[in-house]
């Protein structure tokens, strides 16, 4: 078996009496990509920003690259080195960057502080940004390369997993697509593994190779992603399924509440 | 037949730091009563500005070309009581409920209000319709809920109790603005099942506003493309995914990931969505367009006939299947 980048072990997360996570364990393998699916309460967020400390597990262990993240790192270095292991992209790109600082200076400190070997042209011109964007501030830039802006972010603190929460959702079609490509294109190049935390079904398909369902905070399917979204074992899988609008789908009544 | 709505030549232009803006340009549609029209489009495409217009809830300062009229009414020309009388028959959910309700007052109050101030309803009898509409959109114990206040409900059920108070003025027009986007997606499938029944059992007409050609093309009779403030095609729903006449719609079924298989790549479509009063001079999608040629330029297409829809692209019978 190949060297596992990342490993959630019996995650729990507890807030007073009700329970967010419960017993949530997956691997994602080197330079492979996993898709945590689920609907607003699955706890899918929760799991992701305990992974990159922005929450502190009640049970259960995270490791990244061999190092346990479990507990909050104590010191400042700990922190960078996790920072230079994990790093995530949210899905609103307005308030994901601070509105007085240029592009290029909001790139250029993550690579001052994680002493980064590229350059700041270069990460622009990874995610597909102009020299004249690099000099703009956030407010004159439009979603889509916003969202391109928190990707070369995170790139610079060259990580070997990346969470991305949502982070295309809130994007047009048209601008969708080339930041997808654009993602494709970055893990060919620098081997990255993504965690994709999603409920769009065909962009988990598109970017993912295996995907966890999550609901009520539990998993409760995993598999290859084209065979869990192709042929869904679980009712609730089924359910997300067929929820999905597409040629003969007539959406049908179910519940009373 | 006359339509029950019907846009001509629709022009907005808003006033932006003392600049007049174009945000629709010769927008025209008709909607039949007890037709569904699905509006789609990306951001800034100028969907929910031909709502608002609609609906005469543009913001203040806006100056607008062109007519729109309900059956055979001059919208533009009502004032008064035949405004609140016309907001009644032509009702508008939006897409955060939660935006559009008072947290601190009951789900009851909320519903009623236009009942009561604009009709003439005594309370009692307002709450007893309200508590049946909201049993006709799946939420049981009317009377309890009608005493909670919004933040008690989930986004799905608040939803469902916009859509409910639209229907309290017994409606013949839905302006329906993205109602599904802020949901979960087993939600989404509720609420349009929802729509879709209350629809065909009262004949209700419904403008629905999306960003998902799927999702219009399986509730609704035809669906309008918008573009940089025009509309660019429309056509039957059912036929338009599949066989698009407008580069534009091509393009936006060829960028959208499939559920059901993998791409290589992705059919980006290069550039970004344009608003009305940055479109170039000729066809306003010609700056992005994969089969533009110089006479594209030169001047801006009509919206014509083709088929049973109309298309605004001068290549448009040369470019089928391609």
Same mark, same amino acid.
């Given at each position: 078996m190949s060297e596992a980048v990342l490993v959630v072990t019996d995650l729990r997360k507890e807030y007073g009496t009700l329970v967010a996570v419960d017993d949530v364990s997956f691997r994602v393998e080197s330079g492979r990509s996993l898709a945590i699916v689920g609907e607003s309460g699955s706890g899918k967020t929760t799991v992701a920003r305990m992974i990159i400390g922005l929450e502190r597990a009640t049970a259960g262990t995270i490791r990244a690259l061999g190092r346990d993240r479990s507990t909050p790192a104590r010191a400042g270095g700990e922190r960078r080195r996790r920072g230079a292991e994990v790093q995530i992209v949210f899905q609103d790109p307005y308030s994901s960057l601070d509105p007085r600082q240029t592009i290029a200076d909001a790139i250029s400190e993550v690579l001052r502080l994680h002493g980064g070997q590229q350059t700041v042209g270069e990460l622009c011109e990874l995610v597909g940004l102009d020299e004249r964007q690099s000099r703009a501030l956030p407010r004159n830039l439009s979603g889509g390369q916003r969202q391109r802006v928190a990707i070369a972010r995170a790139l610079a603190a060259e990580p070997r997993v990346l969470i991305l929460d949502e982070s295309v959702a809130a994007l047009d079609v048209s601008i969708q697509a080339q930041v997808l490509n654009l993602l494709a294109d970055i893990r060919a190049e620098t081997g990255v593994s993504y965690v994709l935390i999603s409920h769009d079904l065909a962009v988990v398909r598109q970017l993912t190779d295996d995907c966890v369902v999550m609901q009520h905070g539990r998993i409760v399917e995993r598999g290859p992603t084209g065979q869990v979204l192709d042929h869904p074992a679980e009712a609730y899988t089924q359910l997300l399924r067929a929820s999905v609008p597409g040629p003969g789908w007539k959406p049908v009544r179910r519940v009373r509440v | 037949m006359t339509p029950l709505l019907s846009i001509d030549d629709l022009t907005v232009q808003l006033s932006v730091e003392g600049d007049l803006r174009t945000v629709l340009h010769g927008v025209s549609l008709e909607i039949s009563a007890g037709e569904a029209v699905g509006l789609v489009g990306e951001s800034g495409s100028g969907k929910s500005m031909t709502a608002r217009a609609v609906s005469r809830i543009l913001p203040s300062g806006a100056v607008t070309f062109g007519s729109i009229s309900f059956d055979g009414r001059d919208v533009s020309a009502l004032r008064g009581g035949a405004l609140r009388q016309y907001r009644g028959e032509v009702a508008m959910i939006f897409q955060d409920p939660r935006a559009h309700t008072n947290p601190v007052?009951?789900?009851?109050?909320?519903?009623?209000?236009?009942?009561?101030?604009?009709?003439?309803?005594?309370?009692?009898?307002?709450?007893?319709?309200?508590?049946?509409?909201?049993?006709?959109?799946?939420?049981?114990?009317?009377?309890?809920?009608?005493?909670?206040?919004?933040?008690?409900? #989930? #986004?799905?059920?608040?939803?469902?109790?916009?859509?409910?108070?639209?229907?309290?003025?017994?409606?013949?027009?839905?302006? !329906?603005?993205?109602?599904?986007?802020?949901?979960?997606?087993?939600?989404?499938?509720?609420?349009?099942?929802?729509?879709?029944?209350?629809?065909?059992?009262?004949?209700?007409?419904?403008?629905?506003?999306?960003?998902?050609?799927?999702?219009?093309?399986?509730?609704?009779?035809?669906? @309008?493309?918008?573009? !940089?403030?025009?509309?660019?095609?429309?056509?039957?729903?059912?036929?338009?995914?599949?066989?698009?006449?407008?580069?534009?719609?091509?393009?936006?079924?060829?960028?959208?990931?499939?559920?059901?298989?993998?791409?290589?790549?992705? !059919?980006?479509?290069?550039?970004?969505?344009?608003? !009305?009063?940055? @479109?170039?001079?000729?066809?306003?999608?010609?700056?992005?367009?994969?089969?533009?040629?110089?006479r594209c330029r030169e001047a801006r297409p009509a919206l014509r006939p083709l088929g049973d829809g109309v298309v605004r692209c001068i290549r448009a019978e040369e470019l089928v299947g391609v």
């Open positions: - | 007052r009951t789900i009851g109050d909320f519903m009623t209000e236009a009942l009561r101030t604009n009709r003439g309803v005594p309370g009692v009898e307002a709450r007893r319709r309200a508590a049946a509409l909201l049993e006709e959109v799946g939420i049981t114990e009317g009377d309890r809920r009608l005493r909670q206040h919004p933040h008690e409900l #989930s #986004s799905g059920m608040l939803q469902r109790v916009m859509i409910a108070t639209a229907l309290l003025t017994e409606p013949r027009l839905l302006l !329906a603005d993205e109602p599904t986007t802020a949901l979960d997606v087993t939600t989404q499938a509720e609420v349009m099942a929802i729509l879709d029944d209350l629809r065909r059992e009262r004949g209700l007409a419904l403008l629905f506003i999306t960003h998902d050609l799927e999702l219009a093309g399986a509730v609704c009779d035809r669906t @309008a493309v918008m573009y !940089a403030g025009q509309i660019v095609e429309v056509q039957a729903a059912g036929t338009l995914h599949d066989r698009p006449r407008h580069p534009y719609t091509a393009a936006l079924v060829a960028a959208r990931p499939r559920i059901d298989a993998m791409a290589t790549r992705l !059919a980006a479509i290069p550039g970004r969505p344009l608003s !009305a009063f940055e @479109a170039p001079a000729g066809c306003a999608f010609a700056t992005r367009c994969l089969h533009v040629q110089d």
